[in-house]
């Protein structure tokens, strides 16, 4: 059921902040392509995304030599190859586990299918919403995980349940042979080094946030009435 | 409107892959003082989360010297210091801009409350959304963003709108006067260094993902199946 992978080539896996970068650029050479154009340089590629050249340059030499001296980037060939990169030249059915709020939304999220990402199930462990429809999908009990994944080669699990339960799903998630895990609950999972796990955790990203809003230097011309109150509260 | 800024330290700013691993100790922290503990090594605190001791101590040292020789870190005394340096010792009231599946997921999202981190007002620019209500919020139009923000405070947005409206409407809350973007629109957002971001690309995960799963070196028992069919699809 694990037909999707390819042979591991020994190499080393790219940095998450390259890979992110890395699909920031395949996205943004998509743009450049339905307006027509047929090459790009490091330079423009990178400011349309505020990243300097030499990033870019960096970034796109860890998977291949793709610039051409005095040309750049060749738009057609670069994206085929970085569709091929980040493994989304083929489809990827995915199992979405828990519907509660943010499991129906992403159920909904078109942006997953336009890149090959088809959820194609969706379990629940409350019994309450087993049986119930979205989208046109049952959801079904966590028990029969196992023989949909098989039957539907499915090598991709969305995990939006709650904290609590989230590792023992995911025990379930490793235990049916799926090899990777979108995990969007709270907490931090124990899965084998087989298994490759994505945090999703939407409260730190907005911890994330406040820390640089706190710790940025403001360029407001009038800096003086940004501090007021700052240390009382 | 700027109150809950402190003034910047003039230190730099930690990379983002400290500040989100920080964000994960506090919580685990907690995790630990709900069970009564009261002090922990880097070494146990980082087994709870998959990261190496050695990581644990240079992390937190970014922001001070918090461990004591013989005893590890007294948990509480740690607990309120992170709080402080992520800035969640305070209230975040926040804007949601775009109500669609996400945007009204993330309004019922609850580990955000739970940080201190509050959707207070709620905007979109579609016509047919203004004046619905959400959770006992109206639905304004996004002219009405800048009188909101200096009534309530309001320090971040987390904009929930689609691609081809983001950047306009993040313009919107650059002119406002926001410092803070939680940004969920699968695009790069030009903004003032004075602003931050910070980008939850929902689909650059998921690439992310079939990258890490297609190249992960396989501890299944048997590999061979692994690799069916993996370079003709």
């Not at 083929?90 to 088809?118: M, T, V």
């Amino acid at each position: 059921m694990k037909d999707s992978r390819r042979e591991p080539s020994g190499e080393k896996l790219a940095p998450k902040a390259v890979v992110n970068r890395v699909c920031l650029y395949l996205r943004q050479l998509e743009v450049f392509q339905r307006q027509g154009e047929s090459t790009v340089s490091s330079s423009r590629l990178g400011a349309s995304l505020g990243i300097n050249d030499a990033q870019v340059r960096k970034d796109l030499a860890f998977f291949g030599q793709f610039g051409y001296p005095g040309i750049g980037y060749r738009i057609e060939g670069l994206i085929g190859k970085l569709r091929h990169v980040l493994g989304i030249d083929r489809d990827w059915p995915i199992a979405l586990i828990g519907l509660g709020n943010l499991g129906r939304a992403l159920l909904k999220y078109k942006h997953f299918r336009r890149r090959g990402f088809q959820i194609v199930a969706l379990f629940d462990i409350d019994p309450h919403k087993i049986g119930q429809m979205y989208d046109g999908l049952p959801v079904r009990a966590i028990g029969e995980l196992a023989e949909v994944a098989a039957s539907r080669t499915i090598n991709l699990a969305v995990l939006s349940v709650p904290a609590d339960v989230a590792q023992s799903v995911a025990d379930q998630i490793v235990a049916c042979g799926i090899p990777g895990i979108l995990n969007f609950a709270p907490t931090t999972l124990a899965v084998p080094s087989s298994v490759s796990v994505v945090a999703v955790d939407l409260s730190v990203q907005l911890e994330h946030l406040a820390y640089k809003v706190l710790n940025t230097q403001s360029a407001f011309p009038d800096p003086a009435h940004l501090f007021d109150g700052a240390s009382g509260r």
